[in-house]
């Protein structure tokens, strides 16, 4: 895992070494007369895998397809491996891996004809240290298709069709890939798949890997880090563990008293106990105290920003971005 | 290895295993043989009848023009439903998201649409021999022509058809460029001369390619005397040249400008627009 740099602290420049694979300042983009994104700043060093999780319309997509090269940001500096997406050219472009959301393109191929032909576009762009593209049987070996290869791809089941799209995705052995909702539809199995598959590929050749998702529990599993954005800037990041320590939301604490349930939301969970039992004593019973975890956190901010009611409750769970 | 070179290979190979893909799918071929054998039916009526002011089969006369038509409809309207299927697809942004991939994509799909275009061109035509008299296919000055014409008619609509392409977005749309072009049949002279037609109805219909396609493809496999019941009185080969080479020059003109502004703005937000879209179409 990952140093990682406390959100507020004051960040050292990066130094201008080839291990930092993305780096974004202040990055902003403007739809007509609505802003989308308002100054993201993130970064990755090779071989990391950052989660971008944030509810829907926070601008994740956007974000990413301006690494990508595929949206033009309004302002804001942007490298991603050293270049800038808006100027990159084809042998950047070769370096790159991006998982599309499949539907039914290509559906009369076949897989091993499919991955094969999209892998010959990168031969000339093979080096001494990154061998393009990726060989099919082995590629097809790895992402578990090996006993579909000569299927029409129309024919794959969902997970299949899937674990199709990252193939296509890492069939140029990319340094940076970009997975953009990767898990949208699928069931527990082909989840829990998907994931061990992420987990192959980090591990594998120190790909970095970028992945947007609104499911808090997958970043936390697949993360080195993740970045939290919510109204178009990145409100809290760290890996996992830290975020859930910087979690310092009201507990909720729970009891029966003469058979009646009470329940009482506090930010000082210790002092309003000792109170309770001094008062009350032994007919306090069934007690309970539940510290508010990372997700109630994450779901309070994606409440908040889903009705636009603004509770506070977020704002207190991630106080410590009040002295940013 | 040189990429483009690569990518250029890449798009060929691409080309021929869509070509066997389509060639070896129901549904494809279906679409490819029922207009086919609507038309050598409709040729076969027709082939007792004579073009006004000769003894010639007229059924005999509308088999290379429809082979002109089938150059329009494989070349403009059949890129042009290929781009807009595979922008709402995700086949193109696929393409986009590979080095080179884009250019490999284009020379797959007009290997394609040429190779259909002249398979359609053989399967029309061949059935056409067993019951049509007077085409004059075992003269090699009929192989001459088809060798510009042909290629020269490609030429003049693929572009076109990149460009409707495009433009268009969603595939409903279609039908703005489809209806006019049935409305050119009628005046281009495809199924019947258009000797009697009112003169400036005669000077619309030779501004556009179709007219010319008919022509050409005519002069082909027409005896020689059959010139002199065309407007003009003459095969007209310079003109027919002029007319298609200046919509091959617009259209090269354009495509790349259109192609690279469509490509340019092709990103996975809009895929999964035009996907949510098309699901309440079907929905």
């Known amino acids: 895992m990952t140093a990682v740099e406390l959100a507020g602290a004051t960040r050292a420049p990066d130094p201008p070494d080839s291990d930092v694979v993305l780096d974004v300042r202040d990055l902003r983009m403007r739809y007509g007369t609505v802003d989308v994104l308002h100054g993201v700043d993130l970064t990755a060093r090779r071989g990391e895998v950052l989660a971008l999780l944030g509810p829907n319309g926070a601008g994740k997509t956007t974000t990413i397809e301006i690494l990508e090269g595929f949206r033009l940001p309004s302002a804001g500096a942007v490298q991603v491996l050293g270049t800038d997406p808006a100027r990159g050219d084809e042998r950047w472009r070769a370096r790159l891996g991006v998982v599309l959301q499949s539907w039914r393109d290509h559906g009369k191929w076949r897989v091993r004809e499919l991955l094969r032909h999209l892998g010959d576009f990168y031969a000339p762009y093979s080096t001494d240290r990154i061998p393009r593209p990726w060989p099919v049987d082995d590629l097809l070996a790895t992402v578990g298709l090996t006993a579909h290869a000569d299927t029409r791809v129309a024919r794959l089941s969902g997970g299949q069709r899937r674990r199709l799209d990252v193939a296509v995705g890492i069939v140029g052995r990319p340094e940076l890939l970009f997975l953009d909702e990767p898990t949208v539809g699928f069931d527990p199995a082909a989840r829990r798949e998907f994931h061990e598959l992420v987990h192959r590929l980090a591990d594998l050749d120190e790909t970095t890997i970028l992945l947007t998702t609104h499911d808090l529990a997958e970043a936390e599993k697949l993360a080195d880090r993740i970045l939290i954005l919510a109204g178009g800037r990145i409100i809290a990041e760290g890996s996992p563990d830290q975020l859930a320590r910087r979690v310092a939301g009201d507990a909720e604490v729970r009891w029966t008293r003469d058979g009646e349930r009470y329940v009482h939301a506090t930010a000082d969970a210790t002092g309003f106990l000792r109170d309770l039992l001094r008062e009350h004593g032994d007919r306090v019973r069934e007690l309970e105290v539940r510290r508010a975890s990372l997700e109630d956190a994450y779901l309070a901010l994606v409440h908040e920003e889903e009705t636009g009611i603004r509770t506070g409750r977020a704002e207190r769970v991630w106080q410590q971005e009040g002295n940013r | ?283």
């Open chain 2, 1 to 283: 290895m040189n990429p483009t070179t690569n990518a250029l290979r890449a798009g060929l190979r691409r080309g021929l295993i869509e070509l066997r893909a389509t060639f070896t799918n129901g549904q494809d071929l279906w679409n490819y043989f029922f207009p086919t054998a609507v038309l050598l039916v409709a040729v076969f009526w027709m082939r007792g009848s004579t073009v006004p002011g000769t003894d010639f089969s007229l059924g005999a006369r509308t088999l290379p023009s429809a082979l002109g038509m089938g150059l329009l409809f494989g070349g403009l309207l059949g890129l042009a439903q290929q781009l807009i299927i595979d922008r709402e697809d995700g086949t193109l942004l696929r393409a986009k998201a590979v080095p080179n991939g884009m250019l490999g994509y284009l020379v797959g799909k007009l290997v394609l649409i040429s190779a259909i275009s002249l398979i359609g061109v053989a399967i029309q035509l061949t059935p056409g021999l067993f019951f049509l008299d007077g085409l004059r296919l075992g003269d090699p000055g009929a192989w001459l022509t088809l060798a510009w014409v042909v290629p020269l008619g490609l030429v003049a609509t693929l572009p076109l058809g990149a460009v409707i392409g495009s433009v268009i977005e969603n595939p409903r749309n279609m039908g703005l460029v489809v209806l006019p072009i049935f409305g050119l049949i009628a005046l281009s002279g495809i199924f019947y001369p258009i000797n009697g037609l009112p003169g400036w109805v005669q000077g619309v219909a030779q501004v556009f390619p179709l007219y010319w396609l008919g022509l050409g493809m005519r002069s082909a496999l027409l005896p020689a005397d059959l010139a002199t019941v065309e407007l003009g009185g003459s095969w007209r080969h310079l003109e027919t040249l002029g007319v298609l080479g200046a919509w091959a020059v617009l259209g090269l003109a354009l495509a790349p400008v259109v192609l690279r502004r469509m490509a340019r703005r092709e990103s996975g937000s809009r895929v999964a627009a035009r996907r949510e879209r098309a699901m309440q179409r079907v929905g």
